[in-house]
């Protein structure tokens, strides 16, 4: 059947049920009259029982219906409840997090201001803890080089111990031969029947000149004398030093060449008087060195006379001094003269003889240094034998032995046997008035030149170049001049043992000062200046800094600006002012300055000389 048909139908049978379903309740509305009216009942019939389930069915479809819209009604309404109380509750969280926000941020800021109140109470502790340890570190360093000053003293003060125990010895021993030979002399005396007793002593009083200490010497130490001293000037006429032969030195054997410091009072530079230097000593000026006269000088030289040979004959050779009567090496040694100590304190030389069969001295006077300290003496050794056997041998003092133990005498001791020299360069110059001129001073600048060349062939750094480690040689073929000392040398790119402020660098001083010196790596550079200094030195007669303590020369060489206008010669000037260059790596290398005019001007080398040297 088409749905609109049964629409119909549902439509019209809704509509009669809706009537007959009215029709009661108006019957008992009108039950209350009077009069009552009664409808004719009918049978039902197929149709109206149809419509009357269809009907059923309806009404309970649609209050279905209703109940779950009137259910679902009250679940939307109490949700919007729910909403509403959770909007609510929203709105108070949201103002509680906005009060609790604001809050936050007003302490914030408070701890931002007390933050920055502290960070600007830090940054001034922190000023002030900076300055404090930037004087707790310079108050460190002068403190590590009081101590590096006082190990030295202490180092100085044993040497010493160790030399007047040997003196000491020495000077026993002499009294025990004395009293065996006053006891052979006094029997002598009593076999001719002589009293002893009876045999005075005649003693013949000569006249001192030079007796400065009065009637009574025993009450006052005599003064050190200078003779044939000379007159070394400064940068201006009060600033000298005087420089000489010693005698009646505590330290010194009398003979020794000397340079004081400079004196406080030029003025007071004559025969006789009595000198002071600025660091106190006390010098008697005896007889001055007669310098030749203009037309003495003025002669020519005679033929097939060298310079050196003409300047030998007027610095004779110190006098050899006697034997003690000691020995070392086990009786291989004859020793002689005074142990005088090194330059450096660390150990001491001798003069000494080789020992014939009979024990009687034989062959030329050697010397010897001895040490305690075994490893720098063995060191020493080595670095002499790295050299002689190099393609660059220098031009180095000849060594006889080495004794890792220096004998029975000594067994504390390593000793080195060397050949003789007469004097170092230093103590040498003012017997030539001061100062290397001519074929002399390009033949110790050669001298120089070759034994550093030769270091650095075997990548060592010398450390330790400067005017003591050069002594003369006198021989018949004149004066010449050898390198010695080779104790603080050291491979390239190492660390340095030891140091001499007056042939170290600006950059090494720098670093000792900033107590760096044990990290502080050596360059060839370091002999450059070094070899600048010794170059000032021979050519002038004096140092930049003669007459400073150790400290004040280390404290001064950071700022140092090295001023050549002494030196007479203008080609070596500018040698001296390249290899004095305040930054290392504008100084020249020792190939460029073997190619210097001041060295390819000169033509008394050969070719084979410079490349080899002489020493073996």
Request: aromatic residues 8%; contains cysteine.
């Amino acid at each position: 059947m088409p749905s609109g048909l049964w629409l119909l139908l549902i439509t019209t049978y809704t509509i009669i049920n809706t009537h007959s379903l009215l029709q009661p309740q108006q019957v008992q509305t009108n039950r209350g009259s009077t009069s009552r009216t009664h409808a004719p009942s009918r049978p039902p019939t197929s149709l109206s029982v149809f419509f009357a389930n269809e009907n059923d069915k309806t009404v309970s479809q649609k209050n279905n219906i209703s109940q779950k819209s009137i259910d679902s009604n009250a679940d939307l309404l109490q949700t919007l409840q729910l909403k509403d109380e959770a909007l609510g509750q929203a709105k108070k969280a949201v103002s509680s997090l906005e009060t609790a926000l604001d809050s936050a941020v007003s302490n914030l800021e408070t701890m931002q201001q007390q933050l920055q109140r502290q960070v600007k109470e830090l940054e001034g502790e922190l000023k002030t803890t900076k300055g404090e340890l930037v004087s707790s570190r310079a108050e460190l360093k002068n403190v590590q080089f009081e101590l590096s000053n006082a190990k030295d003293e202490l180092q100085n003060v044993n040497n010493e111990r160790d030399r007047l125990q040997w003196a000491l010895g020495q000077s026993r021993d002499e009294a025990r031969k004395s009293e065996e030979r006053v006891q052979q002399l006094e029997a002598y005396l009593a076999g001719m029947g002589v009293d002893a007793s009876s045999v005075q002593e005649k003693k013949v009083e000569q006249p001192n000149p030079w007796n400065i200490w009065g009637s009574n010497p025993k009450s006052l130490t005599p003064l050190p004398v200078l003779n044939d001293w000379v007159i070394i000037r400064g940068s201006s006429e009060e600033d000298i030093q005087i420089s000489g032969k010693v005698t009646n030195h505590r330290s010194i054997p009398d003979g020794d060449a000397i340079v004081t410091s400079p004196l406080t009072d030029a003025k007071l530079a004559v025969e006789k008087n009595i000198v002071k230097t600025v660091t106190g000593s006390k010098y008697k000026l005896g007889t001055p060195m007669k310098v030749p006269t203009k037309e003495s000088t003025s002669k020519p030289a005679p033929s097939g006379v060298s310079p050196s040979k003409q300047l030998a004959s007027r610095a004779s050779s110190i006098a050899l001094p006697d034997l003690t009567g000691n020995t070392i090496g086990n009786g291989r040694y004859l020793l002689a003269g005074v142990a005088t100590p090194s330059v450096n304190g660390r150990s001491f030389i001798q003069t000494a003889y080789r020992a014939s069969p009979l024990g009687k001295p034989i062959g030329e006077p050697l010397a010897i240094k001895v040490s305690s300290n075994k490893e720098a003496m063995k060191r020493e050794f080595a670095n002499y034998q790295k050299v002689a056997a190099g393609f660059k041998r220098g031009d180095f003092i000849r060594r006889v032995e080495f004794l890792p133990v220096a004998g029975q005498e000594m067994p504390d001791k390593s000793a080195l046997v060397m050949q003789r020299g007469i004097a170092d360069v230093k103590a040498f110059m003012p017997k030539l008035g001061g100062r290397l001129e001519g074929q002399m001073l390009f033949d110790c600048a050669m001298t120089g030149l070759q034994c550093v060349q030769a270091l650095h062939a075997q990548k060592l750094v010398w450390n330790d170049l400067k005017t003591e480690n050069f002594v003369v040689i006198e021989d018949a073929n004149g004066i010449s001049f050898k390198g010695i000392d080779l104790e603080s040398c050291m491979p390239v790119k190492e660390s340095p043992v030891d140091y001499t402020p007056e042939a170290c660098p600006p950059e090494f001083a720098k670093s000792f000062l900033d107590g760096e010196a044990d990290t502080f790596q050596l360059e060839y550079s370091y002999d450059v200046w070094s070899y600048g200094m010794f170059l000032y030195e021979i050519s002038t007669g004096r140092g930049f800094f003669d007459g400073y303590t150790a400290e004040k020369i280390t404290k001064m060489l950071p700022t140092f600006e090295p001023n050549v206008e002494k030196v007479p010669d203008p080609q070596l000037a500018d040698l001296i002012s390249q290899c004095l260059a305040i930054d290392p790596k504008s100084r020249l290398s020792f190939v460029r300055i073997s190619r210097h005019p001041f060295f390819a001007n000169q033509s008394s080398k050969t070719p084979f000389d410079f490349l080899f040297g002489s020493s073996i």
